[in-house]
């Protein structure tokens, strides 16, 4: 069974700071993956998202992840915390046909961000 | 704008109601799907749909059930609310498949359900 897993529960950067989110996955074959942003009272958005090519992905607000496959890792990274930036972000990860049915969602890491 | 639209922000039910969550999306997505948010636990589903009338359990399905009898319109029952149940409740919808650049979960903001 697919699992994904974000080790830390929450973070505490100060703005302008480099931010690293870490998430690792558990699949059999090289997954999808993604991650999600949640700011407060609001759904989640998509940030980015990996299916294969590139490793090193782009994605919206100056958000970058890469996928490690020898370390199951897809950590998202931004060089310069914002403070609009503080929110909660998810990875989630599935199969790589593309079921949106079969979607994980890791447990969130709650990013504060210090002025 | 594309919308996932939840009908509401916040409520509060007594133990033993019969609840209604609604969602109403305008992407015409064949896709729909409750989600329950706890905190330290993520997002955890409950219900998918691919289609009108058709439903799949997802991971928790216990002591809800769900209706889609048209397109846009996927709503989300307790049968008879319990305390256990005040949650955060996330509609999402999406097409058939992902695996397109543009392809994504699309979710609304919402509904706080707390249980008494």
Same mark, same amino acid.
């Given at each position: 069974?697919?699992?994904? @897993?974000?080790?830390?529960?929450?973070?505490?950067? *100060?703005? $302008?700071?480099? =931010?690293? +989110?870490?998430?690792? !996955?558990?699949? %059999?074959? @090289?997954?999808?993956?993604?991650?999600?942003?949640? *700011?407060? $009272?609001?759904? =989640?958005? +998509?940030?980015?998202? !990996?299916?294969? %090519?590139? @490793?090193?992905?782009?994605?919206?607000?100056?958000?970058?992840?890469?996928?490690?496959?020898?370390?199951?890792?897809?950590?998202?990274?931004?060089?310069?915390?914002?403070?609009?930036?503080?929110?909660?972000?998810?990875?989630?990860?599935?199969?790589?046909?593309?079921?949106?049915?079969?979607?994980?969602?890791?447990?969130?890491?709650?990013?504060?961000?210090?002025? | 704008?594309?919308?996932?639209?939840?009908?509401?922000?916040?409520?509060?039910?007594?133990?033993?109601?019969?609840?209604?969550?609604?969602?109403?999306?305008?992407?015409?997505?064949?896709?729909?799907?409750?989600?329950?948010?706890?905190?330290?636990?993520?997002?955890?589903?409950?219900?998918?749909?691919?289609?009108?009338?058709?439903?799949?359990?997802?991971?928790?399905?216990?002591?809800?059930?769900?209706?889609?009898?048209?397109?846009?319109?996927?709503?989300?029952?307790?049968?008879?609310?319990?305390?256990?149940?005040?949650?955060?409740?996330?509609?999402?919808?999406?097409?058939?498949?992902?695996?397109?650049?543009?392809?994504?979960?699309?979710?609304?903001?919402?509904?706080?359900?707390?249980?008494?």
């Amino acid at each position: 069974a697919q699992s994904v @897993t974000q080790p830390d529960i929450h973070i505490t950067v *100060s703005e $302008g700071a480099s =931010l690293e +989110l870490r998430c690792n !996955y558990s699949y %059999g074959a @090289t997954p999808y993956l993604f991650w999600y942003v949640q *700011s407060p $009272g609001q759904g =989640l958005q +998509l940030l980015l998202k !990996y299916f294969s %090519g590139d @490793t090193l992905v782009q994605g919206i607000k100056g958000f970058e992840a890469e996928f490690k496959r020898s370390q199951s890792s897809f950590n998202l990274r931004k060089p310069s915390v914002h403070w609009s930036d503080a929110a909660e972000y998810f990875c989630a990860v599935g199969p790589p046909w593309g079921s949106a049915r079969q979607l994980t969602f890791g447990s969130g890491t709650q990013l504060t961000v210090l002025p | 704008d594309v919308k996932v639209t939840q009908s509401s922000r916040y409520l509060v039910k007594r133990t033993g109601e019969k609840v209604f969550l609604e969602c109403v999306q305008d992407m015409d997505h064949e896709n729909m799907f409750w989600y329950r948010q706890d905190p330290g636990l993520g997002l955890r589903l409950i219900y998918f749909s691919y289609d009108v009338k058709m439903k799949e359990k997802g991971d928790i399905p216990e002591g809800y059930s769900v209706s889609r009898e048209k397109k846009e319109r996927f709503s989300l029952i307790l049968e008879s609310a319990s305390t256990n149940q005040t949650s955060m409740y996330l509609c999402a919808s999406s097409p058939p498949s992902l695996q397109s650049t543009n392809e994504k979960l699309f979710f609304g903001s919402g509904t706080q359900l707390s249980v008494l």
